[in-house]
T-cell receptor
Framework: NAGVTQTPKFQVLKTGQSMTLQCAQD?????MSWYRQDPGMGLRLIHY???????DQGEVPNGYNVSRSTTEDFPLRLLSAAPSQTSVYFC????????????FGEGSRLTVL | EDKVVQSPLSLVVHEGDTVTLNCSYE??????LLWYKQEKKAPTFLFML??SGIEKKSGRLSSILDKKELFSILNITATQTGDSAVYLC?????????????WGLGTSLAVNP
């Protein structure tokens, strides 16, 4: 069972470069989200989607774009990377209903020099 | 400002010990309290609590919520080295579709043989 798959696992960028973090889930979950995790800050929601074609901002959306063309995929784009975006990024999906359960990918560690 | 505070920040115990992890919250429009376990990679779901005084149990782990005093505890009995992880607590809000969660910084638990 694949669950939530994120790629790449590690990436080093220079300031100003762009990149896309890929996220795919095979559980047919409508809800998907992107978090970043930083020391001393906890997990913070960047963007989320409640279904194909629907996205919305979370707590810290600046500098990131998302799209949701299919139920399975939810890529996160950094248009012009900044050192402040150095972080570990997690994609997560959730089944319908109020279970509270998020299924997380294994994370992508991004370093911006 | 909504916040979730976990204590202690870190804990070292010996196998077989019982531990209690604490989570206090100040969350407007509070809906639920969630516990996750994060080993080296992705957080994994443990419990969701919505009602005061009702214990949730899974094996050696149990948790309870006190909505009057605004806290929850996670107990782990007969600890094993495999329990070593960061335990995250999150407050869930009634926030429409975005399933907004306020995350604590976690308690890092190390269980020594």
């Amino acid at each position: 069972n694949a669950g939530v798959t994120q790629t790449p696992k590690f990436q080093v960028l220079k300031t100003g470069q762009s990149m896309t973090l890929q996220c795919a889930q095979d559980m047919n979950h409508e809800y998907m989200s992107w978090y970043r995790q930083d020391p001393g800050m906890g997990l913070r929601l960047i963007h989320y989607s409640v279904g194909a074609g629907i996205t919305d901002q979370g707590e810290v959306p600046n500098g990131y774009n998302v799209s949701r063309s299919t139920t399975e995929d939810f890529p996160l784009r950094l248009l012009s990377a900044a050192p402040s975006q150095t972080s570990v990024y997690f994609c997560a999906s959730s089944p319908p209903g109020d279970t509270g359960e998020l299924f997380f990918g294994e994370g992508s560690r991004l370093t911006v020099l | 400002e909504d916040k979730v505070v976990q204590s202690p920040l870190s804990l070292v115990v010996h196998e077989g010990d019982t531990v209690t992890l604490n989570c206090s919250y100040e969350v407007t429009n509070f809906r639920s309290l969630l516990w996750y376990k994060q080993e080296k990679k992705a957080p994994t779901f443990l419990f969701m609590l919505t009602s005061s005084g009702i214990e949730k149990k899974s094996g050696r782990l149990s948790s309870i919520l006190d909505k009057k005093e605004l806290f929850s505890i996670l107990n782990i009995t007969a600890t094993q080295t495999g329990d070593s992880a960061v335990y995250l607590c999150a407050g869930g809000l009634n926030a429409g579709n975005n399933r907004k969660l306020i995350w604590g910084l976690g308690t890092s638990l190390a269980v020594n043989p």
